[in-house]
Nanobody, 124 residues
């Protein structure tokens, strides 16, 4: 079992930055690929960014490339999502997820554990 808790969400203006953090506890953190997903009202949950077990490989959805950065610290059992130049369309609930894989995974169905989510709201 892996427990995940996100933090760092909030209300910001367009162009601002936010840093989301996800703290993991339970089983060996480095055995899991990690991902950040988001879900806006009326939309499907999408993978925003994902990272392999050792941080060697990453994935970003096209809309956030160049603005968001995912990283992990296996010694501290944390994964972070640095979000820069935020846009109103980034508004959503952001979820941290852990999947039993050593490679990057982007499909939500392949993730085994989820955090409760944190709200990010970007005003124009």
């Amino acid at each position: 079992q892996v427990q995940l808790v996100e933090s760092g969400g909030g209300l910001v203006q367009a162009g601002d930055s936010l840093r989301l953090s996800c703290a993991a506890s339970g089983r060996t953190f480095s055995n899991y690929a990690m991902g950040w997903f988001r879900q806006a009202p009326g939309k499907e949950r999408e993978c925003v960014a994902a990272i392999s077990w050792n941080g060697g490989s990453t994935y970003y959805t096209d809309s956030v490339k160049g603005r968001f950065t995912i990283s992990r610290d296996n010694a501290k059992n944390t994964v972070t999502l640095q979000m820069n130049i935020l846009k109103p369309e980034d508004t959503a609930v952001y979820y941290c997820a852990a999947g039993r894989s050593f490679v990057v995974i982007t499909a939500a169905t392949r993730y085994n554990y989820w955090g409760p989510g944190t709200q990010v709201t970007v005003s124009s």
